[in-house]
């Protein structure tokens, strides 16, 4: 069993900052990758950022220059530090890891169970 336990959403203005964090524990042989995605009301879920293994990293266009994403803080973490936020980022944003859990076998997708990001009115 793999579990993903996302943390750091919340209530924003606009021009601020969030950091999440997504923690993946379990039955873990390896990681290939992971990454965070956004869904807003009535709207396809979309990828947000990616960071590999090798720390190869790739963001929508849509964040880039504003988000940055990291698996340098802790062991099967990671971290979406958004900055300059604006009211199009709210959406439900839910961690991604590639988890392998036995050897010589392919990746399979796990999911958190997402982390509100709201803007203030």
């Known amino acids: 069993q793999v579990q993903l336990v996302e943390a750091g959403g919340g209530l924003v203005q606009a021009g601020g900052s969030l950091r999440l964090s997504c923690s993946a524990s379990?039955?873990?042989?390896?990681?290939?990758?992971m990454g965070w995605y956004r869904q807003a009301p009535g709207k396809q879920r979309e990828v947000v950022a990616t960071i590999t293994s090798g720390e190869s990293t790739m963001y929508a266009d849509s964040v880039k220059g504003r988000f940055t994403i990291s698996r340098k803080n802790a062991k099967n973490t990671v971290h979406l530090q958004m900055n300059s936020l604006k009211p199009e980022d709210t959406a439900v944003y839910s961690c991604n890891a590639q988890v392998s859990i036995v050897a010589l076998r392919g990746p399979m997708d796990y999911w958190g169970q997402g982390t509100q990001v709201t803007f203030s009115s």
């Open positions: 379990g039955s873990i042989f390896s990681i290939n990758a």
